[in-house]
């Protein structure tokens, strides 16, 4: 009889975009420089989502080109992050 263990790890994947008045502008074409700065200031001061500038542009057809940062930060044995199940083995 053979047995199974599956641990279910998570892993936390790090991406970043500048976001700049070039890409504002790609999400929102018809917005006025005044209003691309007034978004700026929101994101910056926290007043505005983040998710809502990332939604409109899957709305508008605008790809958000992503970097990704770093490694991958699993959460692991080290962390204590991680569920285990057994089975046996179907023949």
């Known amino acids: ?11 936390e994947k790090r991406y970043a975009i500048d976001i700049d008045e070039d890409v504002l502008n ?3 074409e018809d917005a006025t420089v005044e209003e691309i700065e007034e978004i ?8 505005l989502e983040v998710s809502s500038v990332i939604e409109d542009a899957w709305t508008n057809d ?8 770093d490694e991958d930060d699993w ?17």
Do not use: P
């Not at 009889?1 to 892993?11: C, Y």
């Not at 700026?40 to 007043?47: A, S």
């Open 62 to 69: 605008v790809a958000i080109d992503w970097d990704w940062l």
């Open 40 to 47: 700026i200031r929101q994101l910056k001061d926290g007043e």
């Open 75 to 91: 959460w692991t044995d080290r962390k204590g992050g991680y569920d285990v199940t057994y089975e046996v083995e179907k023949e």
């Open 26 to 28: 790609e999400i929102y």
């Open 1 to 11: 009889m053979r047995i199974i263990k599956s641990e279910w790890h998570q892993v």
